[in-house]
């Protein structure tokens, strides 16, 4: 029987748009130049070494630090300057390198925490109920202290965590870094490909370049203060050139 063939990009819209971003910290300028989309529904990977700039991109697109200039449209506002919890509201959850959990409260507390923040949650949206629904392992580990977690498990603490703020475009900061293999796809691609058939949008930062190939529909290469690449995961995946310079593969 023919199979109905969906055009990929049908009825997707851009959530994010940046344009002519240049981010710093006080006079010392980290990138300049930045522009790119991230398509409704999409994983966006942003690929780069160490230090070019991927945590100061996420910084200024949530106002979290960085000096900013030039635009970061969110579902169609404009919010550069905006303080970080109004554009936060507009649906971004954030799980930031490092994991920032609390770690002398218990998981079930550090999410009843993201809650108490949150909008409410619309029909169908991330309750805690559904969120040990989704993560049964999260749900064992209720009552442990975060500092007690393992980094997989605390990995899967800090997406609940985000998912809970109402989110439905989700940023992950280097969410394998620190995990075996074995763990990185229970934890990290399992639940990215569930968030995706979900229809979150996924802004994934990644050193790991297979990984991120793997999961994302397009993908960003942070070096020398901008862009080096810009494109379909399809495309940088053949782009041998641009990983062995920008990527150390
Ligand atoms: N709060 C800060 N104040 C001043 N400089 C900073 C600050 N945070 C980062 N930088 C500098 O900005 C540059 C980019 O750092 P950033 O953390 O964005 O890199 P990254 O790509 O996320 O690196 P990594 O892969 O190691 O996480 C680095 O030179 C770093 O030293
Ligand atoms: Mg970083």
Redesign the pocket.
Known sequence: MMQAIAAPDAGLDDVIEVRGLEAG??G?R?LSGVGFTVRKGAVLGVL??????????V?ALLNL?PTVRGSVTVKGHAVAGWPTHRIVRLGIGIVP?GRGMFPNLSVSDNLRLAVLGARAARPGGWTLERVYDSFPKLSQRRGTLAGSLSGGERQLAAMARALLTQADILIL??PTEGLAPLIVEEVVVDNIRTLRREGVTVVL?E?NLALALDLADEAIV?ADGGIVFCGSAETLRRREDIQNEYLGV
């Open positions: 910290y006080g010392a980290v780069g070494r160490n230090g070019v700039g991927k945590s100061t991109l910084g630090g390198q900061d280097e930062v050193q942070l």
